[in-house]
């Protein structure tokens, strides 16, 4: 069999085995699934009263960031054999996985966002109605972009021309200028790292992998207990070393003791929080105690979560920058944060930067549509929670738990007529007043909830206009 049949034979190997591990893991193709049912309430009361917080923000500001920006390629999956079936296809000039992995790998020596301006992502975030930032401190191929001390493969290396800039601890500059915004901060962290050998043996080279280590984590238990150590460095590390974390974020739902991975997540956790009693767990996919929110990848639930939820979606196509990406358009994603919010969780929106560190033109377009939105209609949306009906037809509904104030939404499609009779499906009301212009309307009873006339010229908004209820 020559080299290129056996590649394909043992990619098809692998590729079998990944989709026989898919459904342990809750990820497929990369994104991960979520449940709610067994959640496990935090006993921690610091944690609990952080998540009263967490639910009020509404919406982050998800950044992939990393080697994969250099050449805007899938983010680190392309590595594993095991993925390659839907990873890989951008991948078109070399059929060696082997030449493929010490490329990728070699991006190192080519990262350098000279254009570097976490100021100005913060800014921007905080301009446009984004409450907290989600930020890739180390992707699944272990590349750090924080100054670990127990990796050399990170930013800081000496190979990695970055290094001589004085911004290279590039976790240490975003993460101060967001706070300097007043922002909220998550630390995103890969628990698997393909760039350690107590993980993949020879960074995978040489061999067929998936996702999971490329050896018997019960056969070798030294070893293994030598990777849940240094995983714990880490976490701690950026913990102890980086400000205030909010949140860490935890990815990776194949390293988990259901799976057989078990890193001792608690042991962990608490050792973090003895510099941060309130720092919130998402440890993905992995229930129990330390899976203190969920985290739909690229999909909004059908009907509202009552447990601590954040959707993370892409404003393109892709996590990290792609040159050709297709980015959402403003009333999609308008859209989707109402019907997040509506149903009590949080969306966080993903944007790649560029490889050198600027936020793509077309992305801060959309999110400067989305805060000019939010500045006239934000009441409706932060430090909200589910009002019944949630979602019915056109319409959203959310109730502020400060005030008490509930809120009809409804949402245009493009075309639609925006004047004429609204039935309001669900609610009882005397009148409701339009956010944006002051103005009230009298409500008729209907059959099931209420009707209000939107005379011809209303100024309404293209994309979705939100009605204070008055009993």
Known sequence: MNK?????????????????????????????????????????PEVRERLEWFKDQKLALMMHFGLYSTIGLTESWPLSDGDARWSRREVDWTKDSDEFKRQYMGLARAFNPVRFEPAKWAKAAREDGFRYVIFTTKHHDGFCLFDSKYSNFKVTSPECPFSKDARADIVKGVFDAFRAEGLGIAAYFSKPDWHNEDYWEGFGIGRTVNRRPTYDVKKNPEKWARFREYTKNQIVEIVRDYGKIDIIWLDGGQVQRRAGLDINIEDIIAEARKYNPALISADRCAGGACENVITPEQSIPKNPIAV????????????????????????????????????????????????????????????????????????????????????????????????????????????????????????????????????????????????????????????????????
């Open 4 to 44: 290129c049949l056996a590649m394909c034979a043992a990619g098809a190997v692998a590729a079998c085995t990944a989709s026989a591990l898919a459904a342990k893991d809750g990820i497929k193709d990369g994104v991960h699934g979520y449940t709610p049912k067994g959640y496990v309430q935090p006993k921690e």
């Open 308 to 471: 601590p939820w954040e959707s993370c979606i892409t404003i393109g196509k892709s996590w990290g920058y792609h040159f050709e990406d297709e980015y959402k358009p403003v009333r999609k994603i308008v859209h989707m944060l109402i019907d997040v919010v509506a149903k009590g969780g949080n969306l966080a929106l993903n944007v790649g930067p560029q490889p050198d560190g600027r936020l793509p033109h077309q992305a801060l377009e959309r999110m400067a549509a989305l805060g000019a939105w939010l500045k006239v209609n934000g009441e409706a949306i932060y430090d909200t929670r589910p009002m019944p009906p949630f979602r019915k037809g056109d319409w959203a509904f959310t109730r502020n738990r400060k005030t008490g104030a509930e809120y009809a939404i409804r949402l245009w499609k493009e075309g639609e007529s925006q004047t004429g009779r609204q039935t309001v499906p669900g609610v009882e009301a005397a009148k409701v007043v339009h956010l944006g212009t002051g103005r009230e309307a009298q409500c008729a009873k209907q059959a099931d909830g209420v009707a209000f006339d939107i005379p011809e010229g209303f100024k309404a908004d293209e994309d979705a206009d939100v009605f204070k209820i008055v009993r």
